[in-house]
């Protein structure tokens, strides 16, 4: 079965740069979930959207920001970088609002340096 | 807000012993409770849930129970095995709050050995 796909999986990049991380939920899954895992601590919830909107917004720093594309894939944008951005992302997708079943991708390791 | 609670790991099993891990919580309206599990170098995976109170959630051997009267969701499982060495997360969605969002616990690292 087709799973959450995201990417990439590594990122590297210096303080003061920005990335974008990318995540394609399952076929027909139109609620997207974002989370940040730090080393060693549980998942934060940072953002999420629902048919194109942001439905709930979390502990999402400022210089970050996401949006849900009309294919459903989201992106979420980091800018000015800092050493405790470093973690593990999550994107974790569902159908519809139900919250029973999120399906959480692999995550992107982000390391900034 | 909302919050979870569960023992602090490290745990350390022989194989084909009894493993129980405590999480407690504390939610706005009526929660469902979940078990997730995140294996080294993965990402995190649905082990079971319970969306009521005393709903059984049951998966691969594991199994919890939902009871609101002490707002706990332990997570047991008979005879543990190698292959269950993994990081177990409680969470929880407060649905009543309208808000879909998970809150994890801290995680609880179980290692099993031979």
């Known amino acids: 079965a087709a799973g959450v796909i995201q990417s990439p999986r590594h990122l590297i990049k210096e303080k003061r740069e920005t990335a974008t991380l990318k995540c394609y939920p399952i076929?027909?899954?139109?609620?997207v979930y974002w989370y940040q895992q730090g080393p060693g601590q549980d998942p934060q919830f940072l953002i999420s959207?629902?048919?194109?909107?942001?439905?709930d917004k979390g502990s999402i720093p400022d210089r970050f920001s996401a949006q849900q594309f009309s294919d459903y894939h989201s992106e979420l944008n980091m800018s000015s970088l800092e050493l405790g951005d470093s973690a593990l992302y999550f994107c974790?997708?569902?159908?519809?609002?139900?919250?029973?079943?999120?399906?959480f991708g692999p995550g992107t390791r982000l390391t900034v340096t | 807000g909302d919050s979870v609670t569960q023992m602090e790991g490290p745990v350390t099993l022989s194989e084909e012993a009894f493993l129980t891990i405590n999480c407690t919580y504390t939610?706005?309206?009526?929660?469902?409770l979940f078990w997730y599990v995140q294996y080294p170098g993965e990402g995190l995976q649905l082990l079971l849930k319970?969306?009521?109170?005393?709903d059984k959630g049951s998966n691969k051997g594991f199994e919890a129970t939902y009871r609101k009267e002490t707002t706990s969701f332990h997570l047991e499982k008979g005879s543990v095995q190698v292959s269950d060495s993994a990081v177990y997360f409680c969470?929880?969605?407060?649905?009543?709050?309208?808000?879909?969002?998970?809150?994890f616990g801290k995680g609880t690292k179980l290692s099993v050995i031979p």
């Open positions: 974790a997708s569902s159908l519809g609002r139900t919250p029973y079943e999120q399906y």
């Open positions: 076929p027909r899954h139109d609620t």
């Open positions: 959207f629902y048919e194109k909107m942001q439905s």
């Open positions: 939610a706005t309206g009526y929660p469902s």
């Open positions: 319970a969306t009521k109170a005393d």
């Open positions: 969470a929880l969605i407060s649905t009543g709050a309208g808000s879909y969002q998970l809150t």
